[in-house]
């Protein structure tokens, strides 16, 4: 239960901090890279997008599932002495709970400047699956009750939720199908992206079948890669190069009842953001109808269908029209996952749609536009492939970050 008194101290940090540096790596395959080079090559590029010096860097947090590497050693590579850090164990729903806790820990007065990296040779050492290079770790803990049933992938353990989707609602495999069409549309525009293909609802629905009801086109890429993200407190943020992106609100890892066994409680179609909509919204000062565009994890494309509903983009039951009907598509209402999100752009346990979302605010994606003679791109907001990709007037933006269906964490972000 929210007291008022929880009500104001959120309130009296909304908008006190900021996304100040985003940086990435190249999303590969076969990278030949070291997870902690990885690390240290992603933070030095958010370091340099926000003109920030080893000394301005003072704290630093990670998340790790299968691969990464520590913050004491990224930050020795990199010459910084940290006052603040923790390496938490963790997935897809870390990246905003991290922001929070960064803006917690700053005015804690425990560090000044936060750092949030991920890396992961995710494709050629440690698959999720348990296949590459280096095997994931031997089954022990929860995985004792996961395996034994032959859940040995992420669809596997989440294909129940989606089956009951189905089920509950009518929802179809085609339109469900309309998520890897949109993003795969953004990634068409992304110079980066690792796949650039458009496809349609038909190359989905003929792809084989992974885990049912899971086509091989509804699962997302697996990359290696790295990716950070830099944290401080807003008016340290304007005095940057760049246009800072503030933090409206957060919710970090909130949880169904049961998130261990998530399937033990009902409604087995209901995920996390069904409780966590009730602190992000009211933390951020706004709802869903405010927000331009969103970043909703796209492990499957299930996950973001389930998300956007749970959320209040559209009501529960109607997530298959919603993202089906051109709604989260560049020139919809809401574009979703600009970039082409997981399914095409590259997997990075979510920090890559945050990175997106924080160039949409700022008004400077890299796509194929034009650019001006003062070094900064002349969207066209023409849409076709090879394109633009920036949103227009975007001015809000919420980041939907995932875990498993019972485990979640979410962000607004204002332009700054």
Known sequence: MTSDLDATTTKGLRNRYAICGVGETPYMRGSKYTTRSLATWAVKNAMEDAGLGAADIDGMLSYSGNDSTFSTFVAG????????????????????????????VIEAGMCNTVAIFRAMNGYSQVRIGGTGARSAVPIAGDQIHMRAYGWQSAGQMFAPTFMRHLYDYGTTPAQVAGVKVAHSKHASNTPKAYYRKRYTVEDVLASRIICKPLHLLDCCVETDNATCIIVTRTDQARDLRPRPALVRGVVGRCCKPRADSYYQHGPLATVAGHYAKDILWPNAGLGPSEVDLTGSYDAFTFTTMLQLEDYGFCSKGEGGEYVSNGTIELGGARPNNTSGGHLCEGYTHGMNMVIENVRQLRGEVDDSCPIGSDGSREHTYDYREGGCRQVRGAEISANLGWGTPGLGSAMVLERG
């Open 77 to 104: 590579d990199l010459g910084i002495r940290l006052n603040f850090y923790m390496d938490v164990h963790g997935g897809g729903s870390s990246t905003e709970a991290l922001v929070g806790i960064a803006t917690g």
